[in-house]
């Protein structure tokens, strides 16, 4: 099993920054992917950023410039940075791992993030 604890969460003006962190409960990252995801009021849940197995990282394309995931692999932990956000990023952002060649998934339980205008 994988316990995900997701953290930095808070509330920021617009232009401000956020580093948003995710602790796993073991070292996963060799085989998992690790992803974050947002969840604004009245949407669906949105792919925000993927840290895949290797190093390879990817940023949703309305997003790119602004946001960057990286990982401390002594630690255990992903993170999110943030920069100059938007009212539009209020959301519930959600930290998410997937097993390669597995059924089996896990999700952390979201951290809150508000951008005042």
């Known amino acids: 099993q994988v316990q995900l604890v997701e953290s930095g969460g808070g509330l920021v003006q617009a232009g401000g920054s956020l580093r948003l962190s995710c602790a796993a409960s073991?070292?996963?990252?060799?085989?998992?992917?690790m992803d974050w995801y947002r969840q604004a009021p009245g949407k669906g849940r949105e792919l925000v950023a993927t840290?895949?197995?290797?190093?390879?990282?990817d940023i949703a394309d309305s997003e790119k410039g602004r946001f960057t995931i990286s990982r401390d692999n002594e630690k255990n932990t992903v993170f999110l940075q943030m920069n100059n956000l938007k009212p539009e990023d209020t959301a519930v952002y959600y930290c998410?791992?997937?097993?390669?060649?597995?059924?089996?998934?896990?999700w952390g339980q979201g951290t809150q993030v508000t951008v005042s205008s």
């Open positions: 073991r070292n996963i990252f060799s085989l998992n992917t």
């Open positions: 840290f895949a197995t290797g190093s390879n990282t």
């Open positions: 998410h791992a997937k097993r390669l060649f597995s059924s089996y998934e896990w």
